[in-house]
């Protein structure tokens, strides 16, 4: 059986205020691994996105861990309507984070340990990156949304929106053009941000297809009023240089959500940094053609190589 169709092993934990969240571990028992990799998803992603992936880091020789963030997956939600994304303060992800690296991955770590983050979770995990210096051998950064595009409104006005909104009590509401997961958005292949690949694509709608309760629409004034907030607490120089691991940043010129500008900001404060731009790119590096695909683990073999020294 090839390892990419290897199934993970689900499991879930109970944080401190009730709530759940799932992760998964992938590794092959017939073979110990060389190193470990934790793997974060981004906004309104869910575990069985990455089954591709987590196979091709099998395929080198890697245990993968994941989680659920609470608010997606099957994590528990935050609101009544689960399509909502909100998040009342990045805090907890940081609080849910540290728990799944203490009770889950670093227990059953093997060799070093590297993270892998995507978009929303590069800005939610950089906080334990900086926490904890020595505790990751190698970090990449996907698209890491370390700030957000605000189109048609200018950044300052939608972060003044989401201020006052909050304050008001609409931090639940939807922020405004924002609604539930629409189906017929697994045919707007030319339209949408994330992907060029019809193929990978449309099988992330299938999934959200095949089980509804994976489905998060678009994100409420709160999710936008707490992602100012973490984006303001982004590392400053001091912070920065407190990041020992090498850093590698996959940045997409041609992105609509994240500004590459932020990319290019943080480079400069780290002290160990590659970054690599992929023009053809939408948003998602490691979901685009197979060539794209190619040249971005060429990338990532080449960066781990020197990282881990292997």
């Given amino acids: ?57 099998l395929d080198r020789g890697y245990q993968v861990f994941a989680l659920d963030w609470r608010g997606q997956g099957l994590s528990s939600r935050f609101l009544a309507n689960p399509q909502k994304g909100h998040v009342p303060d990045y805090g907890i992800y940081d609080a849910d984070l540290a728990l799944f690296l203490d009770r889950v991955v670093l227990p059953a770590v093997v060799g070093p340990l590297v993270l892998f983050a995507h978009s929303m979770s590069a800005l939610a995990a950089l906080q334990a990156v900086i926490e904890h210096p020595g505790r990751f051998a190698a970090v990449i950064l996907s698209a890491p949304m370390l700030d957000i595009l605000t189109t048609p409104y200018p950044r300052g006005v939608a972060k003044a929106i989401a201020l006052v909104a909050t304050r008001l009590g609409f931090d639940r509401w939807y922020a405004f053009g924002q609604h539930d997961y629409d189906p017929a958005e697994a045919e707007a292949l030319a339209t949408n941000p994330m992907t060029g690949d019809a193929g990978r694509y449309r099988a992330y709608h299938e999934l959200l297809r095949l089980n509804p309760a994976l489905r998060v629409g678009g994100v409420t004034f709160g999710w936008l009023a707490a992602t100012f907030r973490a984006i303001d607490r982004r590392p400053d120089p001091e912070q920065a240089r407190r990041i020992a691991a090498p850093v590698l940043i996959l940045s997409a010129p041609a992105d609509t959500l994240v500004p590459v500008a932020s990319h290019h900001r943080l480079a400069a404060l780290l002290p160990t940094v590659t970054l690599c731009s992929y023009p053809q790119v939408r948003h998602e590096p490691l979901m685009e053609n197979d060539a794209i695909r190619a040249q971005v683990w060429a990338d990532i073999d080449r960066f781990l190589g020197a990282a881990l020294k292997s």
């Fill in 1 to 57: 059986m090839s390892q990419a169709a290897t199934a993970p092993r689900f499991g879930v934990l109970e944080t401190g205020d009730g709530g759940v969240l799932r992760h998964a571990c992938w590794c092959d028992p017939g073979r110990p691994a060389r190193a470990t990799v934790v793997l974060l998803n981004g906004r309104c992603e869910f575990i069985e996105r990455y089954q591709e992936l987590a196979g091709e880091w």
